[in-house]
């Protein structure tokens, strides 16, 4: 079975180290200010000429209260006017994007992150999303994976009906920790009442799919009032799962600063939440289809990676990876064919840049060659637990062995350690590996050696 892990301690003191989610390779650490509008647009019309599927993404930055974990891009602000101006400047952008891509082009798959996407009005929402219809071809039956982060703190009844009216399908609720000392820690006060009642909503109105966000690793938390948690949120039932290691990096992430260091779980203790929370998952149903994600075995998710189909882009894993996905908004990604490319992440300069009728790209790559071999060696592996070296080589023409023939030695370290069974013909990640499968990938990024990896999380 796809979803077997093994939990092996030692392994995974080893080989816990900090590295990328690749939720894209080469990852964002690599864009640069070199890549600007002009590629962007070059890109798209590529993408036009060829007619293919899209993916959009939409970043509203705007949340009333702060968490200290937080590592978002967002504006804290009470005053609920400052996100009239931006989206006047959201709205331009689509209007710029969209001129350049044909009206063929079905947006399958469609997310609003944040921020908090409900930080908008009812009118503010209707709005944005009648103006993302006019001008791309949003499906309207229901076929789409139209998704939208939601704070229940900020959405009631009524904005899950309007939500279900203007489209979407899919919910990803953030709930990170019921218990009370927790929430005070990280200043997120949030009942289990308020998280029960938005998706007691999203079961009424027929939402497809819902997921929920945890993080293990927060101050005040132990392995059994985390277990607790975890209890509670499976007796939800939700679709997915989301255990998120939080990475406690103060000097890059202003908020934490406000975080206790001391009352932080020592790696032992997160260690036996993750192990813990795994049991419980595992026990309830839940398939771990890798990188923090666990989903029911009839999710999509679940059925794409038995069918190895699934894929990962920077919205996590999906079954969408074959769209261009096209970021709008403050710091929004977009990646399109060999392009990736980020708007600028400064909300001032985003605005003043479109308010001149330009784009506001500031930085991004363009995958050589080997960029583009490496890229489908690493999504093979995080995505399907496992790599034929004959599909590599029949789509790039190189010989896979001659290739990587240099990172043969750690390989066999990895298999001799029980990570990974290597033979001749492909690697599989082995159910004690599975929990470790960013570090595999490690072994195939050749931009790691030059980065800081402080700039990263543990892989758990």
């Known amino acids: 079975m796809l979803d077997a892990i093994r939990w092996d301690t030692d392994l995974i003191r080893r080989y816990d180290l900090a590295g990328p989610r690749y939720t894209s390779y080469p990852t964002a650490v690599q864009f640069h200010s070199q890549v600007g509008t002009f590629d962007l647009l070059h890109a798209l019309r590529e993408s036009r000429k060829a007619l293919r599927p899209l993916s959009l993404y939409v970043h509203v930055p705007f949340c009333a209260n702060i968490c200290y ?7 804290i602000t009470k005053d609920r006017g400052r996100a009239l101006p931006y989206l006047q400047r959201l709205e331009q952008e689509i209007q710029l994007i969209a001129c350049h891509l044909d009206p063929g082009q079905k947006v399958e798959q469609l997310h609003f992150g944040g921020g908090t996407p409900t930080f908008l009005s009812h009118d503010e929402l209707r709005q944005l999303m009648g103006h993302l219809r006019q001008h791309f071809n949003l499906l309207d039956d229901d076929s789409g994976d139209y998704g939208i982060e939601i704070d229940p703190r900020e959405a009631d009844w009524s904005t ?7 489209g979407f399908n899919r919910v990803s609720i953030g709930l990170q920790d019921l218990d009370p000392a927790v929430q005070r820690a990280v200043n997120r006060l949030q009942s289990l009442e308020e998280t029960r009642a938005v998706i007691e909503a999203a079961r009424t109105l027929q939402f497809r799919s819902i997921n929920i966000d945890l993080i293990y690793g927060l101050p005040k938390q132990t392995p059994d009032n985390f277990a607790r948690t975890v209890e509670e949120v499976i007796n939800l039932q939700p679709d997915r799962l989301s255990v998120f290691n939080y990475a406690h990096l103060p000097e890059r992430f202003m908020p934490q600063r406000r975080i206790n260091s001391h009352e932080l779980p020592a790696p032992a203790e997160k260690l036996q939440m993750l192990q813990r929370t795994i049991e419980q998952l595992t026990a309830a149903g839940y398939r771990y289809i890798g990188m923090d994600h666990f989903a029911l075995p009839d999710d999509e998710l679940a059925i794409a990676q038995e069918e190895s189909t699934l894929q990962r882009n920077f919205q996590g894993y999906t079954t969408h990876g074959h769209c261009d996905l096209i970021g709008l908004g403050v710091s929004a990604i977009s990646q399109i064919s060999d392009l990736y490319c980020q708007n600028s992440s400064d909300l001032n300069q985003y605005q003043n840049l479109l308010g001149g009728a330009q784009l506001a790209t500031s930085r991004g790559l363009v995958c050589n060659q080997d960029d583009r071999v490496r ?9 399907n637990f496992s790599l034929d070296f004959e ?19 750690q390989l066999q370290a990895m298999a ?15 159910p004690a590996g599975r929990l470790l499968v960013r570090s595999v990938c490690m072994v195939f990024d050749a ?11 543990r892989v758990i």
């Open 69 to 75: 974990y937080c590592a978002c891009n967002k504006v």
């Open 160 to 166: 899950m009906g309007l939500l279900r009216e203007l």
């Open 375 to 383: 890229r489908a060696v690493i999504q093979q592996l995080i995505c």
């Open 391 to 409: 599909t590599i080589e029949q789509q790039f023409n190189i010989d896979f062995r001659g290739y990587f023939g240099e990172l043969w030695p």
């Open 416 to 430: 001799e350690d029980g990570l990974i069974k290597l033979s001749n013909e492909n690697i599989e990640v082995l």
């Open 447 to 457: 931009y790691l050696e030059q980065q800081n990896r402080q700039r990263f999380s």
